[in-house]
């Protein structure tokens, strides 16, 4: 079975720039999340999918960054305009609704850089 | 509020010794779920093990083992006979019962060296 997958692995653009990052999860998955770390600082909740709906965007820094789920399939996390501060890695995770399976699998996470 | 506290931010140890990564948390509610996962340099987060607020039994699993104390709020874990592969970045995460998003701690840095 194929784990949580994301794209790009690395990303640099500039400030002002514009940026997707893309996160496939485990095929079934309904529970799809964002999360950060910036600065090597804590991992941060950004915001919880289920299906295509948003359950829970309160993570959400600020309006700069917008998370879509269409179809209730792969996500897309993007930024816009970025910042220097949004430096950081972004990890998606997902697990199944109402099994029990309160184990988040992660991806290996998309490592954002903003010069 | 939630939070999460791991002291040690590194640790370096020569293989074959033990090392205990300590974690302590702060919640409110009564019925919580406390995670451990592994950064390997791969980068990926693996899930290593789960603890409901209810079940205070610990375990071991091979050469790793996890001691969770609720009068304390710790959830710590140990590596017994460490190996160079144990070098990671490890993070103790919490769940209320309500909410799915994890709180994690900063992380700690293991290094085994050879």
């Known amino acids: 079975e194929a784990g949580v997958t994301q794209f790009p692995s690395h990303s640099v653009i500039e400030k002002g720039q514009t940026v997707t990052l893309r996160c496939d999860p485990i095929?079934?998955?309904?529970?799809l999340y964002w999360y950060r770390r910036v600065m090597g600082k804590e991992i941060k909740f950004l915001l919880h999918f289920v299906k295509e709906s948003k359950q829970d965007e309160s993570g959400m820094p600020n309006n700069r960054f917008l998370a879509e789920r269409t179809g209730g399939t792969y996500s897309t996390l993007k930024v816009q305009p970025a910042e220097l501060e949004d430096s950081g890695v972004y990890f998606c995770?997902?697990?199944?609704?109402?099994?029990?399976?309160?184990?988040?699998?992660f991806g290996p996470g998309t490592r954002l850089t903003v010069t | 509020a939630q939070k999460v506290t791991q002291a040690q931010t590194e640790i370096s140890v020569v293989e074959k010794e033990d090392v205990t990564l300590d974690c302590v948390y702060e919640t409110r509610d009564t019925t919580y779920y406390l995670f451990w996962y592994k950064q390997p340099p791969s980068g990926e987060l693996v899930f290593l093990i789960r603890?409901?607020?209810?079940?205070?039994q610990n375990e071991i699993s091979g050469r790793y083992s996890w001691n969770f104390q609720k009068s304390t709020s710790s959830f710590n874990f140990t590596i017994t006979a460490s190996q160079v592969v144990d070098s990671a970045v490890y993070f103790c995460?919490?769940?209320?019962?309500?909410?799915?998003?994890?709180?994690f701690g900063p992380g700690t840095r293991l290094s085994v060296l050879p």
């Open positions: 995770a997902s697990n199944q609704a109402g099994t029990g399976d309160y184990e988040q699998y």
């Open positions: 995460a919490l769940r209320d019962n309500y909410g799915q998003n994890f709180v």
């Open positions: 603890r409901n607020s209810f079940d205070e």
């Open positions: 095929s079934g998955h309904d529970n």
